[in-house]
């Protein structure tokens, strides 16, 4: 059979263009199965979406029994298994880190902060440069989220520097830093005994991926790899986490993953970057009206 044709307005006959995806280069195949389409997020939407699953997240986590004499004996269980592995080097690194001052409060700060910043920043690029990922992303870091409540409600766990018997440095209150919400002045305002899983993992991993998946330049590809590395060491030097939390975190994170992958059929990286909305397809479409 030859190409289709059909008859313009003006009544000659003319062949339909190709439809061409110009965000999925000709050598990338489409995602398998039936995909999801993404819609292009609302501005006043996502961000009172993030507002309200942040408050959400806060209240349920803090709400959460401390069960302080649970989490002191799962935080002893993990530092045995740790030792059993030969991989318990918190206590060393906690120690190192705290005699050099200026580099221990630069870490108390970036504990205290980079956590949030970043992570809203990755969001706000996302929203802005890659519409079409936005919601698979965004998916990917609430099913995280959501599922590490639940890892907070079974597995109460002290970290290190609440630690009895052990000679962990608390670095915010020896330093006298601000901002942290698990030591000094703040601590009432969250459960001390939330750190499996490490959030600031999950969280970080989760920018450096989408990073790394999504940026066009090297130099930004690096940061995204060496962004959640820098954060390990950070929270082991503060003595507010295990390595295992760090773990736990990268599990909840994959669950993520997998959530976003099961509700798009394709990973955000896969999905074209660019959403149009309605009225401006329907402008776009040619115009050809049937042959006869």
């Known amino acids: 059979m030859g190409e289709a044709t059909v008859k313009t307005l003006e009544g000659r006959t003319a062949t339909p263009p190709p439809i061409v995806d110009e965000e999925r280069p000709a050598s990338t195949p489409a995602p398998s199965g039936r995909a999801r389409s993404p819609r292009r997020p609302r501005l006043w939407f996502e961000i009172l979406l993030i507002a309200v699953s942040y408050w959400t997240y806060s209240l349920v986590r803090n ?11 799962n935080a002893d269980w993990i530092w045995d298994v740790e030792r059993s592995l030969g991989l318990a080097f918190e206590q060393s690194v906690n120690h190192t880190m705290n005699s050099v001052s200026w580099l221990i409060v630069s870490m108390n700060y970036y504990y205290a902060t980079l956590h949030f910043i970043v992570t809203i920043g990755v969001l706000v690029w996302l929203y802005r440069g890659h519409p079409g990922r936005y919601a698979a992303a965004r998916l990917v870091l609430f099913a995280t989220t959501a599922v590490a409540l639940v890892g907070y409600y079974l597995y109460p766990l002290a970290p290190p520097r609440l630690m009895n018997g052990h000679d962990f440095i608390d670095t915010v209150l020896v330093h006298h830093t601000w901002g942290s919400m698990a030591s000094g002045n703040l601590k009432n305002m969250s459960n001390q005994y939330a750190a499996m899983p490490s959030m600031h993992i999950g969280w970080s991993l989760w920018c450096g991926l ?22 390990l060491v950070v929270i082991v030097a503060t003595a507010n986490h295990f390595w295992l939390d760090a773990v736990g975190g990268m599990m909840c994170l994959a669950f993520g993953f997998a959530v976003s992958y099961a509700w798009y059929r394709a990973l955000p990286h896969q999905l074209p970057r660019q959403v149009d909305r309605p009225d401006r397809q329907a402008r776009l479409r040619p115009r050809f009206t049937a042959g006869r």
């Open 63 to 73: 709400a959460v029994p401390e069960q302080k004499s649970a989490a002191l004996s």
């Open 210 to 231: 989408i990073i790394f998946a999504l940026a066009s330049t090297p130099w930004a590809k690096i940061l995204g790899v060496l962004y959640p590395v820098a954060t």
